[in-house]
């Protein structure tokens, strides 16, 4: 008889236990989804403008593709588009997470574009050249919208 009082007023002590402990305990801290700092947004913003002027270049390629100028079309690739995969690169690095897996593709789309722009022009292939650029074009154009402006910033320190 005394072993039931014992499990019963250990039963109803563990009962209250777990209750306080439940009632007491504090919900999961929400964390505020990542932002990007005014700093961060200041250094994109200077990475980036160089890409901007390879970007505004880019019609240069174009033309050389259109002139079947297959020699200055490798050249061009190679030399002022030849920096483009490591300024991508470090900008990708710079996004966020969850902005990072898209500027990466982004990137690689872009520049499976050009190898096959360089791969066109030493077979002289027009047709395969000029699609290439369209859709290298297209790429540019998806990666650079990804990069954060001002309007991106939390204006944390």
Request: hydrophobic share 40%.
């Amino acid at each position: 008889m005394l072993m039931r009082r014992y499990r019963s007023i250990l039963a109803l002590m563990l009962a209250l236990v777990t209750t306080c402990l439940v009632s007491c305990g504090s919900p999961a801290a929400t964390t505020p989804p990542p932002a990007y700092t005014t700093q961060q947004v200041e250094q994109i913003q200077r990475t980036v403008s160089s890409l901007w002027e390879v970007r505004e270049k880019m019609p240069v390629l174009k033309t050389r593709i259109n002139n079947r100028d297959w020699v200055n079309v490798a050249t061009y690739i190679h030399g002022p588009l030849g920096s483009l995969r490591q300024t991508m690169s470090y900008l990708t690095r710079q996004l966020l997470p969850q902005e990072q897996k898209a500027a990466s593709e982004a990137a690689n789309d872009l520049f499976e574009h050009l190898q096959k722009i360089d791969t066109a022009s030493q077979s002289r292939n027009y047709e395969l050249a000029i699609k290439n650029y369209q859709e290298a074009l297209i790429d540019f154009d998806r990666f650079l919208k990804l990069i954060p402006d001002a309007s991106n910033a939390a204006g944390v320190a």
